[in-house]
């Protein structure tokens, strides 16, 4: 069965980007000229993705601003034959159904998911964590996709790590079963690094069964007190087949500053527009303005 439907949370505070995300959602920050968020819909839509399922929390309706048309900015982009741009800006509102839902209070990943529980129904459906910036073509989630539809289960992105930052993310115990997939037996969130079965950590992207949602009902809160997504799969994992995979591409940390300056070169640099510019930017680094 085609998975139509994608479930992005996007409710967190985001701290480690404060003073900024006071007024500007951390899912707006762009990468170059585009939000981090519009990356990881255009990798849904790329899938076949047709409805994306945002949730947000109260205070964030920018988010809903930036997907919805803007008529009077594209009068005017018209009125001055500025094409590209014009393109540019309807491009946004024409990727997917974009649809909200609300989730009250921050109590972690899975119970953010959870809040989507209606909007995705009873059909398989992915979950994007848009922090996870995943440069390749095909997208990760398309890659996703051809796996699940081979093992006929749910599939969670994984991608090897130093085992000095393993702490930092789920991780798997799994066996491999072809090249880059494996049989999950076990998950774990954030780890102490002693603790890791492996480092083969998770990454933001996952294909699930609505069987997810019951689990997440059932999920007691655990690492930093939260409901974590990681220990519903672990309930779910009783009952249903996971596969791992080692999906094709780099993944950029867009969950912090540094994180994001070095998608934003990295990017700059693989783009053809801008690839000339910003290698003047990096050879001429060093001399401070002040
Ligand atoms: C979340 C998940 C974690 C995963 C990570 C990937 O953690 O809980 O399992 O490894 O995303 O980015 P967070 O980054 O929200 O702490």
Redesign the pocket.
């Known amino acids: 069965m085609k998975i139509r439907k994608a479930v992005i949370p996007a409710a967190g505070l985001g701290t480690r980007f404060l003073p900024v995300t006071k007024s500007v959602p951390k899912e707006l920050l762009p990468i170059l000229d585009k939000p981090m968020l519009q990356y990881v819909v255009e990798e849904a839509a790329e899938a076949g993705i047709e409805e994306v399922i945002i949730v947000t929390s109260p205070g964030k309706e920018t988010i809903a601003a930036y997907f919805q048309p803007d008529p009077a900015l594209e009068k005017h982009l018209a009125a001055g034959g500025d094409q590209d741009l014009l393109d540019r800006v309807r491009h946004v509102s024409s990727l997917a159904e974009v649809r909200f839902v609300i989730q009250e209070q921050p109590l972690g990943?899975g119970h953010a998911v959870l809040t989507a529980k209606a909007a995705v129904g009873d059909h398989p459906f992915a979950v994007m964590?848009p922090?996870?910036i995943v440069a390749h073509t095909p997208g990760a989630l398309a890659q996703m996709t051809e796996v699940r539809t081979r093992f006929d289960a749910g599939v969670v992105a994984v991608e090897r790590v130093p085992w000095e930052v393993v702490q930092n993310?789920?991780v798997v115990d799994a066996v491999e079963v072809e090249e880059r997939v494996h049989r999950i037996r076990q998950l774990v969130?954030k780890p102490p690094r002693e603790e890791a079965p492996s480092n083969l950590?998770?990454?933001?992207r996952y294909i699930l069964p609505p069987e997810i949602f019951s689990c997440l009902e059932r999920t007691p809160p655990g690492a930093r007190g939260e409901i974590?997504?990681?220990d519903g799969l672990s309930l779910l994992l009783e009952s249903q087949l996971l596969y791992a995979h080692e999906f094709q591409g780099r993944r950029y940390d867009g969950?912090t500053p540094l994180g994001l300056l070095r998608a934003s070169l990295e990017f700059g640099l693989a783009r053809a527009d801008t690839r000339d510019a910003v290698a003047d930017i990096l050879r001429g680094l060093g001399s401070p303005a002040s």
């Open positions: 990943l964590l922090d996870d993310y789920g969130e950590t998770i990454v933001g974590q997504l990681t969950g």
